[in-house]
């Protein structure tokens, strides 16, 4: 019985750390950006990056539907966050990026053409 519950908090524990790895991508994501950049077709980067997640999945033990379950969840997860993402680089490319490079020219130029003036402090 003890073994039974042991087992069963040693797998749930395993299960909740792949979620906490899986869930982040903070290595997958990067990688999917710039497969999708280079050119790869979207099929082809979700498959690239299915691999290692459903590796993992596999090497703790889950069945193989709750692996496939799983698996699309994550690939259709990501899916969204490439379309999110190239929707929101074009947007920061086209439209911020050109407004923060005029703030930033200007300033400069205000600072060139009237520099700070010195205050003299009388004693």
């Known amino acids: 019985m003890i073994g039974t519950i042991t087992a069963l908090v040693v797998r749930l524990a395993a299960i909740r750390w792949a979620f906490k790895t899986l869930l982040g991508l903070g290595v997958l994501v990067p990688v999917a950006f710039i497969l999708k950049v280079v050119g790869l077709p979207i099929l082809a980067v979700l498959g690239v990056l299915a691999l290692p997640v459903l590796f993992v999945l596999f090497l ?64």
């Not at 690939?75 to 439209?95: N, Y």
């Not at 407004?99 to 003299?120: A, D, H, N, S, Y």
């Open 60 to 123: 703790f033990g889950l069945p193989v539907f709750l692996v496939l379950i799983v698996g699309a969840m994550l690939m259709a997860g990501l899916f969204f966050m490439l379309t999110i993402g190239m929707v929101a680089l074009k947007i920061f490319l086209f439209v911020v990026l050109p407004i923060w490079l005029i703030w930033k020219v200007g300033g400069w130029l205000f600072r060139l053409i009237r520099p700070k003036q010195e205050t003299v402090v009388a004693s």
